[in-house]
């Protein structure tokens, strides 16, 4: 059962994401890295810089090559995770050690891209239990639960959960359930799969974690039908329903609520050296804001994919059509179509090189939020604004805006270069973001107290960066794993780089067997401008040394590792320096029953 669930996410997952940009994380290489938790993982992605509150459980946004946070998408098992009401997508509220699998597609999803993550299934053949133990960085320590079994002939149960902790448990300290996921699953009949989720990230956690520090919560209930043997048939149709609710809190100065129910319909038509991908979505959402009244908004998607294979060359052509309908003050319906398309094409392997290249054009308008919200500048930080530091402005778009929102518009293009031999892999791949018609949605100053969103020209020429991944086994098990990305300007001079790379070692020792991993990383983060709630800062280059060790033997694996080893002093975002050495120790047990 759980390679059957594994190969249909799978498939949906491809047929979508044909081609990733950066490394493309499993499962297995997820938990030999070293993380806090999933926002430390996508901030290694090209062009993904982090906007950070800076206390546990407070949202953590992605300013994505200086773009609006909400300009990135993400989804999980074909299902959005952004909010609709803001566009915006925390990751706190998703442990890594859920999903099995995260890869980044610059030419999907929105202007700056989009990541696709698919949920890791637990084992329910045999009864199965794992729980994992990392405390370090600062003293956050997480319990990670997971147990999965069958319970019947045609039944399943998935259970995970968190314990999350701050200040290692000391007085004065911060703990609580952070999240808590089950999953029953139900064969119907020979052909079909059905699944029923839940899953609650900080809920009823009315207290933040931090005395001055915000929260953010998030239930769900998803329903899934999957048909078994996908890779027999000539459909493979699949069907997600889903229930969201989304709370953001500042104590008691600044509320958001949402509500969202939707669905996604996907199927595939598989013919000769060729698949068509078909996929429906909708949503309806109910949106309550500071001074605006609760709002309700329609969506509708249709995407179609045809992946052609003539031997020599393989083409992607991709297209959407979107509908987003927002009453306004009268009662009566704004509706906007947004459209994108593109091709994408793949060379065969020479001599183990294969060469890509691709396009899409593609419109989004801004959440229904930034044209329609208003509240104090200090009651939420506007970190998508960095030129907004006084704190006395309101945001104020429902005055100064209201009911309307100008289409941003970009035209993404990507060139890459993959060599292959064996077990080694080399990828560098190039990337282009320009906005067509040059206007963008941009916060303006519209009185000496209030600013808001407006659409006005721009001169901002195109982005431009370059991205490389590498994966090098040597002798003895060791292997050297690496991606850099480096952002250019129009003059295709260096204006930021990033690069992390390790030396891998993994061996397995005596009948046991006795298996040990380790690696020694190195990670650079160049000169670069950066903003948090704490203000604008140009931070200067930091270079990071660390060390992981783990042994497993029977189920049971010991971690210890510590990073930043010659205590550099840096800033990942301004206002939150890093001095120390950080040690972390971690346990992973596993059981069969």
């Not at 060729?274 to 996929?279: A, D, L, S, W």
């Not at 380790?518 to 983060?525: A, D, G, K, P």
């Amino acid at each position: 059962m759980k390679r059957f669930s594994a190969l249909i996410l799978g498939i949906a997952l491809l047929t979508i994401s044909v081609h990733a940009q950066g490394p493309v994380f499993t499962y297995r290489y997820l938990w030999t890295l070293d993380y806090e938790d999933l926002s430390d993982l996508l901030r290694r992605y090209p062009g993904m810089y982090p906007v950070d509150y800076g206390t546990l459980g407070a949202p953590m946004l992605f300013h994505p090559w200086n773009l609006h946070p909400w300009e990135l998408r993400l989804e999980r098992d074909l299902i959005p995770q952004n909010r609709r009401s803001d566009g915006l997508f925390d990751p706190n509220l998703q442990p890594a050690s859920e999903l099995d699998t995260i890869r980044f597609d610059v030419l999907t999803g929105l202007g700056a891209g989009e990541f696709h993550t698919q949920t890791r299934s637990i084992v329910v053949d045999t009864p199965y239990t794992e729980v994992q133990v990392r405390e370090g960085w600062h003293g956050y320590g997480t319990i990670d639960l997971a147990h999965g079994q069958r319970v019947y002939r045609s039944m399943t149960l998935e259970m995970t959960g968190r314990l999350v902790w701050y200040n290692g448990l000391r007085p004065q300290t911060a703990s609580r359930f952070q999240r808590v996921r089950a999953r029953v699953g139900f064969d119907l009949r020979k052909r079909w799969r059905a699944g029923i989720t839940y899953a609650g990230s900080n809920v009823d956690a009315d207290v933040p974690t931090h005395p001055s520090g915000p929260y953010s919560e998030r239930e769900e209930a998803i329903f899934e039908l999957d048909e078994k043997d996908s890779l027999r048939t000539v459909l493979a149709p699949s069907v997600r329903v889903y229930v969201r609710q989304d709370r953001e809190d500042w104590g008691g100065t600044f509320r958001l609520r949402e509500g969202l129910a939707g669905w996604v319909v996907q199927a595939h038509a598989k013919l000769p050296r060729q698949q068509f991908t078909f996929r429906q979505s909708a949503s309806y959402a109910e949106i309550g804001y500071p001074k605006v009244p609760e709002l309700h908004e329609t969506t509708d998607e249709l995407l179609a994919q045809d992946s052609i294979d003539v031997g020599t060359v393989g083409a992607r052509l991709f297209g959407s059509l979107r509908s987003e309908a927002v009453p306004n003050d009268r009662e009566d319906r704004s509706r906007h179509i947004l459209s994108s398309g593109g091709a994408e094409v793949t060379t065969g392997s020479w001599k183990g090189f294969q060469a890509s290249a691709g396009t899409q054009y593609v419109e989004e308008l801004p959440p229904i939020a930034w044209a329609r919200a208003r509240y104090h500048i200090a009651d939420r930080p506007l970190l998508i604004a960095s030129q907004f530091r006084d704190t006395s402005l309101v945001y104020a778009a429902d005055v100064f805006y209201p009911g309307e929102r100008g289409v941003d518009r970009y035209l993404k293009s990507t060139l890459g270069l993959v060599w292959n031999r064996g077990n080694t892999q080399l990828e560098v791949t190039g990337l282009a973001l320009d906005r067509v018609g040059h206007f963008s949605n941009q916060f303006a100053v519209m009185s000496d107290t209030a600013l808001t969103l407006k659409y006005l020209p721009t001169d901002e020429k195109p982005l431009y960066g370059v991205n490389l991944t590498a994966q090098v086994p040597l002798r003895y098990g060791l292997r050297i794993d690496s991606w850099s990305f480096a952002q250019l300007t129009p003059e295709l001079q260096r204006a930021e780089t990033r690069a992390y790379s390790r030396l891998y070692f993994e061996r397995s020792f005596f009948t046991a067997p006795l298996t040990i991993r380790s690696h020694i990383s190195y990670e650079y983060f160049g000169p670069r401008d950066a903003y948090s709630e704490r203000g604008l800062a140009k931070l200067g280059a930091a270079q990071l040394v660390g060390f992981r060790l783990s042994a497993t033997i029977q189920g049971v694996t010991l971690i210890w590792g510590t990073e930043n080893v010659f205590k550099q002093h840096y800033q990942l975002v301004p206002g939150y320096p890093m001095m120390a050495k950080e040690e972390y120790i971690g346990i992973i047990w596993r059981l069969w029953l």
